[in-house]
């Protein structure tokens, strides 16, 4: 009977075994044709070509039989490879965690905003709203000086003679110190009209901006409210001068009641500089910006804002200051030893003492369990560690590679070179070829290669060499992430934002108030504190106080 187990428990091994070395048979090829198409590619330089379905970054070399001036040519050619020539070394998984979402799964997050005719007629008609009146105020006043002079009032000047109509246009020394006063007023208007109401609008917000409706509410009441008393004036004057029962209308009137509206519109727009420009300038909360899924956190001070205005304000600082949100690494890679992973199973052959061996390996796959759940913060640990340590080694093997691609670049001044003169694209690609290897290793580990194309670096090495850049400054975007406008994916024309809050938007910040910004898998969570009153007391210190006494002990060094 032993020996009946023992053989049974023989055979139990040898079928996993067998079960092992069957999958291990099946994982072989793949490896084996990797390995052998890496080493075909290695011991494919010497040769005339190499094959096109090579990994991206590797060039074709071509060597030619041909001799220049007895010298030996040697032609590089890029091989064209696609824009997603990164995406094929990576792939995005979901979060394990109950508390997070997964990736994957975006239908919880609101879709963007539409682009299309209604975005459109939202983002320019404030603007073209602000500019036509700004140009019918700013017309006013000479509009009411020019209007007289060409006779646009027929039925007033009907029943005036020729002598008072003369006399009602007549311009003396003080009326002409006028319209020079006014024709200056109306310069600094329009300038100042450009720099606040006319310029373009760096967001499209949801609510409307009340201090700039009020302002431009108070500007259309305004020039109503002139020009009404001005057809007024203008009627019951020269009635009155014709008729003789009244005080008789002059030009000089006319001109001083134009530079009036113009002095009211300088005023309004002091206002409105004040409002809009100035009011926000204080710093009166801090703000903490809280990026997810990764964590990021900047904090800043702000003024005075409505919500909406303080969410533009936040998204201006995002694109500048934060660093690129790479989803990629989110999940480190995996060590082996927790890649290998214990699962074993258990068999009960004669069907004796099942129960009691069932429970017993069920504890015994609890406790490993416990015990590999306790230790995950060191798997974690020395999981980071291990990847610094890779990321620090490809940053030094593609440092020293870019130094010694570019040690065969010069340039040429008056003097002819050895070689052929090149061009700065010419030149990218000739250096190229010998430092793609270390940089496609580098953007594979760091997970950046979503982010740069093959043309990108190509032209970003060209416009280095052009303006002799070192190393260095060539792997400054490889090495610093930041800011985020730095990604080519993110330079868009148009950012669209969903800007969440339980308050109205319109309404000034508070202490305490909390805002969100979403924008696909990335969101912004927004804190407003309140900074404190600082309170600053004299202290005068008595110059007698400043004197010191040594004192000599014998067990002191001193």
Same mark, same amino acid.
Request: with cysteine; proline share 5%.
């Given at each position: 009977?032993?020996?009946?187990?023992?053989?049974?428990?023989?055979?139990?091994?040898?079928?996993?075994?067998?079960?092992?070395?069957?999958?291990?048979?099946r994982?072989r090829?793949? !490896?084996?044709?990797?390995?052998?198409?890496?080493h075909?590619?290695?011991?494919?330089?010497?040769?005339?070509?190499?094959?096109?379905?090579?990994?991206?970054?590797?060039?074709?070399?071509?060597?030619s039989?041909?001799?220049?001036?007895?010298?030996? #040519?040697?032609?590089?050619?890029?091989?064209?490879?696609?824009?997603?020539?990164?995406?094929?070394?990576? /792939?995005?998984?979901?979060?394990?965690s109950?508390?997070?979402? $997964?990736?994957?799964?975006?239908?919880?997050?609101?879709?963007e905003?539409?682009?299309?005719?209604?975005?459109?007629?939202?983002?320019?008609?404030?603007?073209?709203?602000?500019?036509?009146?700004?140009?019918?105020?700013?017309? $006013?006043?000479?509009?009411? #000086?020019?209007l007289?002079?060409?006779g646009?009032?027929?039925?007033?000047? $009907?029943?005036?003679?020729?002598h008072?109509?003369?006399?009602?246009?007549?311009?003396?020394?003080?009326? +002409?110190?006028?319209?020079?006063?006014?024709?200056?007023?109306?310069?600094?208007?329009?300038?100042?009209?450009?720099?606040?109401?006319?310029?373009?609008?760096?967001?499209?917000m949801p609510?409307?901006?009340?201090?700039?409706?009020a302002?431009?509410?108070?500007?259309?009441?305004?020039?109503?409210a002139?020009w009404?008393?001005y #057809?007024?004036?203008?009627?019951?004057g020269?009635?009155a001068?014709?008729?003789?029962?009244?005080?008789?209308?002059?030009?000089?009137?006319?001109?001083?009641y134009a !530079?009036?509206?113009?002095?009211? &519109? =300088?005023?309004?727009?002091?206002?409105?500089?004040?409002l809009? %420009?100035?009011r926000?300038?204080?710093?009166?909360?801090?703000? +903490?910006?809280?990026?997810?899924?990764?964590?990021e956190?900047?904090?800043?001070?702000?003024?005075?804002? $409505?919500? *909406?205005?303080a969410?533009?304000?936040?998204?201006?600082?995002?694109?500048?200051?934060?660093?690129?949100?790479?989803?990629?690494? %989110?999940?480190?890679?995996?060590?082996?030893?927790?890649?290998?992973?214990?699962?074993? +199973?258990?068999?009960d052959?004669?069907? &004796?003492?099942?129960?009691?061996?069932?429970?017993?390996?069920?504890?015994?796959?609890?406790?490993?369990h416990?015990?590999?759940r306790?230790?995950?913060?060191? %798997?974690?640990?020395?999981?980071?560690?291990?990847?610094?340590?890779?990321?620090? +080694?490809?940053?030094?093997?593609?440092?020293?590679?870019?130094?010694? /691609?570019?040690?065969?670049?010069?340039?040429?001044h008056?003097?002819?070179?050895?070689?052929?003169?090149?061009?700065?694209?010419?030149?990218?690609?000739?250096v190229?070829?010998?430092?793609?290897?270390?940089?496609?290793?580098y953007?594979?580990?760091?997970?950046?290669?979503?982010?740069?194309?093959?043309?990108?670096?190509?032209t970003?090495?060209?416009?280095?060499?052009?303006?002799?850049?070192?190393?260095?400054?060539?792997?400054?975007?490889?090495?610093? *992430?930041?800011?985020?406008? *730095?990604? %080519?994916?993110?330079?868009?024309?148009v *950012?669209?934002?969903?800007l969440?809050?339980?308050?109205?938007?319109?309404?000034?910040?508070?202490?305490?108030?909390?805002?969100? =910004?979403r924008?696909?898998d990335?969101?912004?969570?927004?804190t407003?504190?309140?900074?404190?009153?600082f309170?600053?007391?004299?202290?005068?210190?008595d110059?007698?106080?400043?004197?010191?006494?040594?004192?000599?002990?014998?067990?002191?060094?001193v």
């Amino acid at each position: 009977m032993p020996e009946l187990l023992f053989g049974m428990e023989c055979e139990s091994v040898k079928s996993v075994l067998s079960d092992q070395s069957l999958r291990s048979q099946r994982s072989r090829p793949h !490896s084996y044709k990797n390995n052998h198409r890496n080493h075909s590619n290695r011991s494919g330089r010497n040769n005339k070509t190499v094959d096109d379905n090579m990994a991206p970054f590797q060039t074709a070399v071509t060597l030619s039989d041909d001799m220049r001036d007895g010298q030996e #040519v040697i032609e590089v050619q890029i091989l064209p490879q696609d824009d997603n020539w990164g995406e094929n070394t990576t /792939a995005v998984t979901g979060n394990t965690s109950e508390q997070s979402g $997964s990736h994957e799964d975006l239908s919880q997050w609101m879709g963007e905003p539409d682009t299309g005719l209604k975005f459109a007629c939202h983002r320019y008609l404030g603007p073209i709203l602000t500019g036509v009146l700004s140009v019918i105020a700013f017309f $006013s006043p000479l509009a009411m #000086v020019i209007l007289p002079k060409l006779g646009f009032f027929p039925s007033v000047a $009907s029943t005036l003679t020729l002598h008072q109509r003369l006399q009602l246009l007549a311009c003396g020394s003080e009326c +002409k110190g006028l319209l020079v006063s006014m024709a200056f007023k109306l310069v600094l208007l329009a300038a100042g009209a450009w720099g606040v109401f006319l310029r373009r609008p760096r967001a499209t917000m949801p609510r409307i901006f009340l201090f700039r409706a009020a302002i431009l509410g108070l500007i259309s009441v305004c020039t109503f409210a002139y020009w009404l008393f001005y #057809v007024v004036q203008v009627t019951e004057g020269a009635r009155a001068s014709a008729t003789g029962e009244g005080e008789a209308l002059e030009y000089r009137a006319l001109v001083a009641y134009a !530079s009036s509206l113009t002095d009211t &519109l =300088l005023f309004i727009l002091f206002v409105s500089v004040v409002l809009i %420009e100035i009011r926000h300038v204080q710093p009166m909360y801090y703000i +903490k910006v809280v990026r997810s899924p990764d964590g990021e956190s900047r904090s800043y001070t702000i003024g005075q804002l $409505s919500i *909406q205005r303080a969410a533009v304000w936040v998204l201006e600082h995002y694109y500048t200051e934060f660093p690129i949100y790479n989803p990629y690494l %989110e999940r480190l890679p995996v060590s082996k030893s927790r890649k290998a992973s214990s699962s074993f +199973k258990f068999y009960d052959l004669d069907g &004796l003492n099942g129960g009691t061996l069932q429970h017993s390996n069920s504890r015994a796959m609890l406790a490993a369990h416990a015990r590999r759940r306790d230790s995950s913060h060191n %798997e974690r640990f020395y999981e980071e560690h291990e990847y610094e340590r890779r990321v620090k +080694k490809r940053r030094a093997r593609l440092i020293t590679a870019a130094e010694e /691609a570019f040690t065969h670049i010069k340039r040429l001044h008056n003097d002819a070179g050895p070689g052929l003169p090149m061009d700065p694209t010419e030149a990218a690609q000739a250096v190229f070829p010998s430092l793609a290897r270390a940089l496609q290793k580098y953007l594979r580990l760091t997970r950046q290669q979503p982010q740069y194309s093959i043309d990108s670096i190509l032209t970003h090495l060209a416009e280095c060499l052009s303006h002799d850049l070192t190393p260095k400054a060539f792997l400054e975007p490889f090495f610093v *992430q930041a800011p985020v406008l *730095q990604n %080519e994916k993110e330079q868009k024309s148009v *950012q669209s934002w969903s800007l969440v809050c339980e308050e109205l938007l319109s309404r000034p910040l508070r202490q305490g108030l909390t805002f969100q =910004l979403r924008q696909s898998d990335v969101s912004l969570l927004c804190t407003i504190k309140q900074l404190p009153h600082f309170n600053l007391t004299e202290e005068v210190v008595d110059p007698k106080s400043n004197k010191f006494v040594l004192r000599l002990n014998s067990e002191t060094s001193v």
